[in-house]
């Protein structure tokens, strides 16, 4: 498959639950975003990941834990997340880090926290 | 921080009148400005963009205008058709950190047939 892949597409789970939410890109990008996308919200930047480093982490709660085991796939690890939680995260790519790299995203995962 | 603010929320235009987005920025600092359309369901994908050099920019029947000395910038769709109801999402950036994009809070295009 061509593009940015995340799977699962769709998750539900208890606040005591652990889960994984993985984005892959197969287009030869170094760099990799985590986006969170709440209804009536704008999108909100959560981590950004180049060559595997991260270089941005916003202010995101430690209940939320990203991976990036080489430029292809990141992963976001949840642990003990709250109902507010519940949103659509969507990955994204982009070349390099810099303006003219446009971010191409993923079709995101649509998390419900019961 | 730097906050970007889209109106409207909702739109509804009639087929084939023309659509307009504004969004409007609080970084002075700010000179890239991409615009993000996302259909139902689907991923945001880049439209059209434009960098602080610019005043304008056009692509077949979309345009952006920025006006750096009020710090907003608008998207303009001529000659609506169906397959434009999206929701839109503006962003404003500064270049040396052009990862970080702040985006708006979206408007909810709907062309009516």
């Known amino acids: 498959e061509t593009g940015v892949t995340q799977t699962p597409r769709h998750l539900v789970m208890g606040m005591t639950n652990k889960k994984s939410l993985k984005c892959e890109q197969h287009l030869g990008h170094n760099a990799m975003y985590w986006y969170k996308q709440s209804a009536k919200k704008p999108l909100e930047l959560m981590f950004v990941y180049s060559l595997e480093e991260r270089v941005e982490n916003n202010s995101v709660p430690s209940r939320f834990s990203p991976e990036c085991p080489n430029s292809s796939h990141l992963f976001l690890h949840l642990h003990t997340l709250q109902p507010e939680d519940s949103a659509l995260y969507l990955c994204a790519s982009s070349q390099m880090l810099g303006p003219s790299n446009e971010q191409f995203f993923g079709p995101g995962t649509r998390l419900t926290v019961l | 921080g730097e906050n970007v603010e889209q109106h409207p929320s909702t739109l509804s235009v009639q087929e084939g009148d023309s659509a307009v987005i504004k969004c409007t920025y609080s970084d002075s600092a700010s000179n890239y400005f991409p615009w993000y359309k996302q259909e139902l369901g689907k991923r945001p994908q880049l439209i059209i963009d434009?960098?602080?050099?610019?005043g304008e920019k056009k692509d077949q029947r979309i345009a952006v205008t920025l006006n750096k000395t009020a710090k907003h910038f608008s998207l303009h769709i001529t000659e609506t058709q169906p397959e434009d109801s999206a929701v839109y999402f503006c962003?404003?950036?500064?270049?040396?950190?052009?990862?970080?994009?702040?985006f708006g809070s979206g408007t909810r295009l709907l062309v009516r047939p």
């Open positions: 962003a404003a950036t500064r270049m040396d950190s052009s990862y970080k994009l702040i």
């Open positions: 434009i960098r602080s050099n610019v």
